[in-house]
Nanobody
Framework: VQLQASGGGLVQPGGSLRLACTASGFRLSVNAVGWYRQAPGKQRELVASITRRGTTTYADSVKGRFTISRDNAKNAVYLQMDSLKPEDTAVYYC?????WGQGTLVTVSS
C-alpha cells in the first residue's frame, strides 16, 4: 500500500506543471485525497483536496491557478499548476487517510 507522487521539476515563473499521485495496493477512488507542500523552513500546508465525490477545495494562495482532479480508471489524482510563482517552490506531497507519498520537488525560478 503506497502512494507515488511525480511530475515535479524546474519551471520558470508563469509556467505550468502537472503533478500526479498514483496509488498501488488500494483504490484511490474511495478516499478523499489532498496535495500538500512544504517549503524550506516552513510548515507543511494543504494546497488542494478532492473528495471521493469530486468536491474540491483550495488554499487561497493557489485559487484560480491550481486544479485538482482525479482519474479513477488510472487510480490517480492530479494537480495541474499554472501561472507558477517563485513562492510555489516546495516539496509537494499527496496524502490519503494516513498514507503519504514520498514527495516531488517543484522549483519555480528564472
Amino acid at each position: 500500500v503506497q502512494l507515488q507522487a511525480s511530475g515535479g521539476g524546474l519551471v520558470q515563473p508563469g509556467g505550468s506543471l502537472r503533478l500526479a499521485c498514483t496509488a498501488s495496493g488500494f483504490r484511490l477512488s474511495v478516499n478523499a485525497v489532498g496535495w500538500y507542500r512544504q517549503a524550506p523552513g516552513k510548515q507543511r500546508e494543504l494546497v488542494a483536496s478532492i473528495t471521493r465525490r469530486g468536491t474540491t477545495t483550495y488554499a487561497d494562495s493557489v485559487k484560480g491557478r491550481f486544479t485538482i482532479s482525479r482519474d479513477n480508471a488510472k487510480n490517480a489524482v492530479y494537480l495541474q499548476m499554472d501561472s507558477l510563482k517563485p513562492e510555489d517552490t516546495a516539496v509537494y506531497y499527496c496524502n490519503t487517510e494516513a498514507i503519504w507519498g514520498q514527495g516531488t520537488l517543484v522549483t519555480v525560478s528564472s
